[in-house]
């Protein structure tokens, strides 16, 4: 099969081939990426080509579209000349791998990456200080994605499968029963109207005991959802289900999710740098530290010989007490000017201080040994270059000012990032209260752009991951998957923003030379209009418009057309 090589405007070099259907297939390399065209079709990023020696010649695949084509032997070296130009990493194969010749890698270095951790709901099922146990935690949580009905000021369950999205009509009609008889209609007006009508009992329950003095009463109704004659009881193996999966082998509950230790174990077999950074409103940051310095000193049973203490040489991510570098807490003053208190995770108003008044900065003077940095442009610097070393740190936000703007985002948990500028950095936030219309619990920070306004979809596909509970629980690679979701969404984002920058330059470049034109055909002097083709128009009766005789298209044809 015969192959083309050639140069072109922007990019580096690139092979041509036909692939069989009448297509050119082609493969360029630009910008440390190898990618892929179908005659003038928009390119695809290939993130691996593996080349396999075969008698005929080197065998190219491409692991995304599945098109494949072939090139001579002696193209080889100018292959691996090119790769090497764009940055890509080519390594032969071991004889274990049946003769496969090279393979080739996208080497693009993977970024540091900082990941926000919220506690409670997130990496964490209980909660001592509140008296949420496991099962209170796992019954709260399945009463968030179980759906029913209001009938005579009472909540009926509609369907018995569990999700975070409203049922459609065919789900509603699983159930059989005297209250759900008139649901089970052929009618589908009338399925549409009972399906608009569903409504989560975790939501039914706010709506019939809404406001914060209610909110011990909401926890406890929630709290035993599954309970023998509770609205949920038909949920009751589901719910033991879950909470059997938080046990350790000695019977004992994790403290913190074996789903999250398999984020924290596979970052280390691969190799990647990574900062860890606790993010809460409570108190249960002791208890989480102790869990993950237990873990990183290799006492956790479900992952033997696992260590993350620094003894390997790697980096420690335990987090010392006695380092006041490692926690701290966040601080908004009245006028909401920002501050960061290194050295304690105490805050004014709440736990063994919450009869303290005094809520400024003045609350910490006669704490020993704090760092504290204020000012939005000082704390900015200070926390981007805190989090650019591996290792752990514990912070608690400030919920008293998050109260005071109404439970909103502008109050939430600061969340710093920016996109695109650190090509070596990449800033997470997992939280299981981020709603897909609303921040509600974070408050995300450009660096770059300040002032602007980020849009939770947007966030949502590369930056922001809003935890499941139900999924962390029974899924060890949960994280894992988010992760590899998030970073991958990074790329995609990226790879949209150089295409359009590219464009954008091109347009620019047109546009200049359509205005140098039009100022030389402006100099010299009015020029008249020219229709060449007037002649061999027909004038149609009173209308201006005129159409091509049939002779006159005989005329206007070549012999061999003719």
């Given at each position: 099969?015969?192959?083309?090589?050639?140069?072109?405007?922007?990019?580096?070099?690139?092979?041509?081939?036909?692939?069989?259907?009448?297509?050119?297939?082609?493969?360029?390399?630009?910008?440390?990426?190898?990618?892929?065209?179908?005659?003038?079709?928009?390119?695809?990023?290939?993130?691996?080509?593996?080349?396999?020696?075969?008698?005929?010649?080197?065998?190219?695949?491409?692991?995304?579209?599945?098109?494949?084509?072939?090139?001579?032997?002696?193209?080889?070296?100018?292959?691996?000349?090119?790769?090497?130009?764009?940055?890509?990493?080519?390594?032969?194969?071991?004889?274990?791998?049946?003769?496969?010749?090279?393979?080739?890698?996208?080497?693009?270095?993977?970024?540091?990456?900082?990941?926000?951790?919220?506690?409670?709901?997130?990496?964490?099922?209980?909660?001592?200080?509140?008296?949420?146990?496991?099962?209170?935690?796992?019954?709260?949580?399945?009463?968030?994605?179980?759906?029913?009905?209001?009938?005579?000021d009472k909540w009926v369950l509609a369907t018995q499968e569990l999700?975070?999205?409203?049922?459609?009509?065919?789900?509603?009609?699983?159930?059989?029963?005297?209250?759900?008889?008139?649901?089970?209609?052929?009618?589908?007006?009338?399925?549409?109207?009972?399906?608009?009508?569903?409504?989560?009992?975790?939501?039914?329950?706010?709506?019939?005991?809404?406001?914060?003095?209610?909110?011990?009463?909401?926890?406890?109704?929630?709290?035993?959802?599954?309970?023998?004659?509770?609205?949920?009881?038909?949920?009751?193996?589901?719910?033991?289900?879950?909470?059997?999966?938080?046990?350790?082998?000695?019977?004992?509950?994790?403290?913190?999710?074996?789903?999250?230790?398999?984020?924290?174990?596979?970052?280390?077999?691969?190799?990647?740098?990574?900062?860890?950074?606790?993010?809460?409103?409570?108190?249960?940051?002791?208890?989480?530290?102790?869990?993950?310095?237990?873990?990183?000193?290799?006492?956790?049973?479900?992952?033997?010989?696992?260590?993350?203490?620094?003894?390997?040489?790697?980096?420690?991510?335990?987090?010392?007490?006695?380092?006041?570098?490692?926690?701290?807490?966040?601080?908004?003053?009245?006028?909401?000017?920002?501050?960061?208190?290194?050295?304690?995770?105490?805050?004014?108003?709440?736990?063994?201080?919450?009869?303290?008044?005094?809520?400024?900065?003045?609350?910490?003077?006669?704490?020993?040994?704090?760092?504290?940095?204020?000012?939005?442009?000082?704390?900015?610097?200070?926390w981007w270059e805190k989090c650019a070393s591996p290792g752990t740190?514990?912070?608690?936000?400030?919920?008293?000012?998050?109260?005071?703007?109404?439970?909103?985002?502008?109050?939430?948990?600061?969340?710093?990032?920016?996109?695109?500028?650190?090509?070596?950095?990449?800033?997470?936030?997992?939280?299981?209260?981020?709603?897909?219309?609303?921040?509600?619990?974070?408050?995300?920070?450009?660096?770059?752009?300040?002032?602007?306004?980020?849009?939770?979809?947007?966030?949502?596909?590369?930056?922001?991951?809003?935890?499941?509970?139900?999924?962390?629980?029974?899924?060890?690679?949960?994280?894992?998957?988010?992760?590899?979701?998030?970073?991958?969404?990074?790329?995609?984002?990226?790879?949209?923003?150089?295409?359009?920058?590219?464009?954008?330059?091109?347009?620019?470049?047109?546009?200049?030379?359509?205005?140098?034109?039009?100022?030389?055909?402006?100099?010299?002097?009015?020029?008249?209009?020219?229709?060449?083709?007037?002649?061999?128009?027909?004038?149609?009766?009173?209308?201006?418009?005129?159409?091509?005789?049939?002779?006159?298209?005989?005329?206007?044809?070549?012999?061999?057309?003719?």
């Amino acid at each position: 099969m015969g192959c083309r090589w050639s140069k072109s405007y922007d990019r580096d070099l690139c092979v041509k081939y036909p692939d069989g259907d009448g297509f050119d297939i082609e493969y360029y390399f630009d910008e440390g990426k190898i990618w892929k065209t179908i005659d003038e079709a928009a390119p695809y990023a290939v993130t691996k080509l593996t080349l396999e020696c075969f008698p005929a010649g080197v065998q190219i695949l491409q692991d995304q579209t599945g098109h494949g084509g072939s090139v001579s032997k002696e193209n080889l070296a100018l292959i691996s000349l090119l790769v090497s130009r764009a940055g890509i990493l080519i390594q032969e194969c071991s004889s274990k791998q049946d003769g496969k010749g090279l393979e080739v890698d996208d080497a693009i270095p993977d970024v540091h990456l900082v990941l926000n951790m919220d506690i409670n709901k997130t990496v964490l099922m209980a909660d001592a200080i509140s008296g949420k146990t496991q099962s209170t935690v796992v019954n709260m949580e399945i009463a968030c994605v179980a759906w029913g009905v209001d009938q005579d000021d009472k909540w009926v369950l509609a369907t018995q499968e569990l999700s975070a999205r409203r049922p459609t009509q065919g789900a509603l009609s699983i159930l059989e029963g005297d209250h759900f008889r008139h649901f089970n209609s052929s009618a589908p007006t009338q399925g549409d109207a009972v399906s608009e009508k569903c409504i989560t009992y975790a939501d039914w329950v706010e709506r019939k005991h809404p406001g914060g003095e209610n909110k011990k009463l909401r926890q406890k109704i929630i709290g035993a959802f599954s309970d023998d004659g509770q609205p949920g009881e038909v949920f009751s193996a589901e719910m033991q289900r879950y909470v059997s999966a938080l046990k350790r082998p000695d019977g004992a509950f994790h403290i913190l999710l074996p789903s999250f230790f398999e984020l924290l174990v596979t970052l280390k077999r691969c190799k990647r740098s990574f900062t860890v950074v606790f993010r809460t409103f409570g108190e249960d940051l002791p208890a989480v530290i102790g869990d993950l310095n237990d873990f990183c000193e290799g006492k956790n049973a479900l992952f033997p010989g696992v260590k993350m203490d620094g003894s390997d040489g790697d980096p420690d991510y335990r987090v010392k007490v006695e380092d006041p570098e490692k926690y701290g807490t966040w601080h908004r003053d009245e006028a909401g000017e920002l501050s960061v208190v290194m050295g304690t995770s105490e805050q004014a108003g709440e736990g063994q201080y919450k009869e303290v008044k005094e809520k400024s900065l003045a609350f910490y003077k006669d704490f020993p040994g704090l760092q504290i940095v204020s000012g939005m442009e000082a704390v900015t610097s200070f926390w981007w270059e805190k989090c650019a070393s591996p290792g752990t740190l514990a912070m608690r936000d400030h919920h008293a000012y998050w109260r005071s703007k109404k439970m909103t985002a502008p109050g939430g948990k600061l969340f710093l990032f920016d996109f695109p500028c650190p090509a070596n950095r990449h800033d997470l936030f997992f939280d299981d209260n981020i709603r897909p219309e609303d921040f509600y619990i974070i408050n995300p920070c450009s660096i770059s752009l300040p002032d602007s306004k980020s849009m939770p979809l947007t966030l949502l596909q590369s930056h922001i991951c809003r935890a499941l509970p139900l999924e962390a629980i029974l899924r060890q690679d949960y994280f894992v998957k988010e992760l590899a979701r998030l970073e991958e969404g990074r790329r995609r984002r990226l790879f949209v923003r150089k295409r359009s920058c590219k464009i954008l330059r091109r347009c620019k470049r047109k546009n200049c030379i359509v205005q140098t034109m039009s100022h030389c055909v402006s100099v010299s002097g009015p020029t008249t209009e020219v229709d060449h083709f007037k002649s061999l128009r027909t004038k149609m009766g009173k209308s201006s418009e005129y159409v091509l005789s049939r002779e006159d298209l005989r005329m206007t044809q070549t012999p061999t057309q003719v």
